[in-house]
């Protein structure tokens, strides 16, 4: 049982190029969310998914795509990435209903150059 | 639009002592949960407590302990016997109710320990 993972670990990119985040969970979760976090603000989220199919913003999606086209995976998409996107990006997954909890995934960081 | 705030960006305790770490935030709704996650080096975010906000009594897990006092909104933070392996960053979180209801997290506190 992985939990939750996120490839790739790190990465570089040049301002205007475009790349995806891929984040995968094994538990069977329903709803899954991207969130950046950048020193001194803490966590904001970015899009979450309630279930395969669906998408919606978050606190932050300017620049972000997003699509759940199975029900493990959750992509983030930057179709030209801006230097202010550097930053290290989480994904996280959990059941439905208020008492579960969000599991993370380990985190990618992400430069923008 | 729910707030979290932790006024205190820093914060060094010694092994073996108590620490509390503060939290406050703002919301106009009467049923939320709280957390408490620990961010280590790793980046890795680890669940540290939950609090319902509709449970009066104080959650607690081991050496970890919350003092959630609803009428003010506040959630602060208590360790015991701190370890050297408790040094990481400390970030306070709030959940609504409903669907998809999403974390709001505050700023974060840098514990460190020492000898």
């Known amino acids: 049982n992985a939990g939750v993972t996120q490839t790739p670990k790190f990465r570089v990119l040049k301002t205007g190029q475009s790349m995806t985040l891929l984040c995968a969970q094994d538990m069977n979760h329903e709803y899954m969310y991207w969130y950046r976090q950048d020193p001194g603000m803490g966590l904001r989220l970015i899009h979450y998914s309630v279930g395969e199919g669906t998408t919606a913003k978050g606190e932050v999606p300017d620049g972000y795509n997003v699509s759940r086209l199975k029900k493990q995976n959750f992509l983030l998409g930057l179709e030209s990435a801006a230097p202010s996107q550097t930053s290290v990006y989480f994904c996280a997954s959990r059941f439905p209903g208020d008492f579960y909890e969000q599991y993370f995934g380990p985190g990618t960081r992400l430069t923008v150059t | 639009a729910q707030t979290v705030t932790q006024s205190q960006p820093e914060m060094s305790v010694q092994e073996a002592e108590t620490v509390t770490l503060s939290c406050t935030y703002d919301?106009?709704?009467?049923?939320?949960?709280l957390f408490w996650y620990k961010q280590p080096p790793s980046r890795q975010m680890i669940l540290v407590i939950r609090q319902e906000a509709y449970k009066q009594q104080n959650a607690t897990e081991n050496r970890f302990s919350v003092n959630f006092q609803k009428a003010a909104k506040s959630f602060s933070l208590k360790i015991s016997d701190s370890q050297l392996g408790d040094a990481a960053m400390y970030f306070c979180a709030y959940k609504g109710t409903g669907t998809a209801s999403k974390l709001t997290f505050g700023t974060g506190t840098r514990l460190q320990v020492t000898l």
């Open positions: 919301t106009s709704e009467s049923d939320y949960y």
